[in-house]
Nanobody
Framework: QVHVVESGGGLVQAGGSLRLSCAAS????????MGWFRQTPTKPREFVAS????????DYADSVKGRFTISRDNAKNSAYLQMNSLTPEDTADYYC?????????????????????WGQGTQVTVSA
């Protein structure tokens, strides 16, 4: 079982930036594909970004493409989500998921059920 912990959320003004971190332990980090999702009280959990275990494949939701960047540092067992040009519509609880997929066989990193383990979430609030 992979233990996942998110951090880095907070309150920021529109146009600002935040960097979320996701630390994973329990399995070799380089064997894990990582994904970021977000959820609000009125919307189901939605895909934000993903990065393959190898780090060479990234994917973004259209709503964040060009503003958010997902990355990973295997030496630190961590993945990151750099969020720029934030808008109030980005306000949500952000969750990091880990999927044991060392060879990239997963069919679809955009669906939350692909991931084996989740963190507790970190709250992001963007004020207008």
């Amino acid at each position: 079982q992979v233990h996942v912990v998110e951090s880095g959320g907070g309150l920021v003004q529109a146009g600002g930036s935040l960097r979320l971190s996701c630390a994973a332990s329990g399995r070799t980090f380089s064997s894990l594909a990582m994904g970021w999702f977000r959820q609000t009280p009125t919307k189901p959990r939605e895909f934000v970004a993903s990065i393959s275990a190898s780090g060479d494949i990234t994917d973004y939701a259209d709503s964040v493409k060009g503003r958010f960047t997902i990355s990973r540092d295997n030496a630190k067992n961590s993945a990151y989500l750099q969020m720029n040009s934030l808008t109030p519509e980005d306000t949500a609880d952000y969750y990091c998921g880990a999927d044991h997929d060392p060879y990239g066989y997963a069919a679809n990193y955009r669906v939350f059920w692909e991931y084996d383990s989740w963190g507790q979430g970190t709250q992001v609030t963007v004020s207008a």
